[in-house]
């Protein structure tokens, strides 16, 4: 632990010596196990961080996003080919109280927290696959962090089960699937209090499924590394008109486009303009 006392040097405070920048990167014997776990033929597939964040901080970020007024905040989701440079945060919602927000980076962030939360998973998720710490965080590349806020209350399948992480070139390979990509899932509610049913399955490295909450344990604020090319999905959750349901963040790396068609700028502003218009009356 870094001490929280200063030493005087011209007249000025600084930080101990010892807190450099090279004290903020994780050294590779700290990363060997989690990297076992997730790449290795007989290791899980997975890795959990539990209490990546407290409980405090998971009742703050479930009541904003479960209250937030998304006409205010967000665009209606068209598509993912529609992620572009500077493209708005979006919302897909559905009648059974099904919700996704997506946040981009570059947009001022609807909350603080939120965006410190899923930039800290980012950097380590970077580390742990030897990436530079920020790498695609702001679409440097042809990548961006999209970090999304997900509540599913009633759906038989959410996400059919599916393997992510496919390069496009090689689509017709034997190895089309880039094993070193990762996903990460940041629980935020509990089985068996806020949701019933299955939830987050997953494929294990040696092919056989678990499902997390029944199991595998897993509470609110615990955070799970899982390979993204392993099947995956989002089945038979149920819950109760007051609970919040299954609550999560993930974190994918989504490729963008360079810029949206003519036709979606125009259909962009003519939605501000008529959200602002709509915030006027009721407001």
């Known amino acids: 632990m870094y001490s929280h006392e200063y030493s005087s040097l011209a007249g000025e405070k600084r930080f101990p010596e010892d807190f450099t920048y090279n004290g903020l990167m994780l050294p590779q014997e700290a990363l ?8 290795h033929s007989s290791g899980s597939g997975y890795f959990i961080v ?3 964040i407290d409980p405090s901080q998971v009742s703050h970020i479930c009541s904003l996003w479960s209250t937030a007024d998304p006409i205010a905040s967000h665009e209606r989701f068209p598509g993912k080919s529609h992620f572009f440079r500077n493209c708005p945060n979006y919302i897909s919602e559905d009648s059974e109280g099904n919700k996704t ?16 939360v899923a930039v800290q998973v980012h950097v380590l998720r970077n580390l742990i696959t030897g990436r530079m710490p920020y790498f695609s965080l702001f679409g ?15 759906s038989e399948t959410w996400i059919a089960p599916h ?5 496009y070139e090689r689509r017709f390979e034997k190895g ?15 089985k068996g209090v806020d949701y019933d049913g299955v939830g987050f399955k997953f494929e294990r490295n040696d092919g056989n499924s ?3 909450g029944t199991d595998v344990n897993i509470s609110s604020g615990d955070l799970v590394f899982w390979r993204h090319n392993n099947l995956h999905s989002v089945e038979d959750v149920h819950s109760g008109e007051e609970d919040i349901g299954f609550a ?8 963008i486009v360079t810029s949206p068609s003519r036709f979606d700028s125009v259909r962009r502003r003519l939605r501000g303009r008529l959200g602002r218009l709509y915030r006027k009356l009721v407001g």
């Open 210 to 212: 678990v499902v997390f």
């Open 101 to 116: 927000y997506f946040n981009f980076p570059w947009n001022a962030p609807l909350d603080q927290l939120t965006f410190a």
């Open 50 to 52: 539990r209490r990546f």
């Open 248 to 255: 999560r963040m993930i974190f994918p790396a989504e490729s």
């Open 163 to 167: 393997r992510d992480a496919a390069n």
């Open 32 to 39: 060997r196990d989690c990297r076992l776990a997730l790449y």
């Open 140 to 154: 440097d590349g042809k990548e961006v962090l999209d970090y999304r806020v997900i509540f599913t209350r009633a």
């Open 176 to 190: 089309r699937y880039d094993l070193s990509r990762l996903q990460a899932t940041l629980f935020l509610s509990e």
